[in-house]
């Protein structure tokens, strides 16, 4: 399984950005894969912002993170993390992460699968 994480970049706090994951590999299937974004700022700890389960695609956010939502496209393998309201504390690498089997979790381990990241940073 391959991750590939898109979409960063510089925006102005207030601003949307859509960051998408593209899922490959042919073990990878949304029957069995839940994925998920965390992201890192400098100095800080990885940090689970939202993950979408396997199968029936429900999906778990973080408190403390948004307004953001995730959603995915089966038919692309593709999961996307739209993002609004950007504020400057937001400013992060924003990862992908996929792991088999339904459920979240905050726990880096708990994921086998890891994209290369995308920069995101919020200009006040």
């Known amino acids: 399984v391959q991750l590939q994480a898109s979409g960063g970049g510089l925006v102005q706090a207030g601003d949307s950005l859509r960051l998408a994951c593209a899922a490959s590999?042919?073990?990878?299937?949304?029957?069995?894969?839940?994925v998920a974004w965390f992201r890192q700022a400098p100095g800080q700890d990885r940090e689970l912002i939202a993950h979408i389960n396997a199968r029936d695609g429900s999906t778990h956010y973080a408190d403390e993170t948004g307004p953001f939502t995730i959603t995915r496209d089966n038919a692309k393998n593709t999961v996307y993390l739209q993002m609004n309201s950007l504020k400057v504390e937001d400013t992060a690498v924003y990862y992908c992460a996929a792991r088999r089997g339904w459920g979240w979790s905050t726990h880096t381990y708990e994921y086998d699968y890891w994209g290369h990241g995308t920069q995101v940073t919020v200009s006040s």
């Open positions: 590999g042919r073990s990878f299937s949304f029957n069995i894969h839940s």
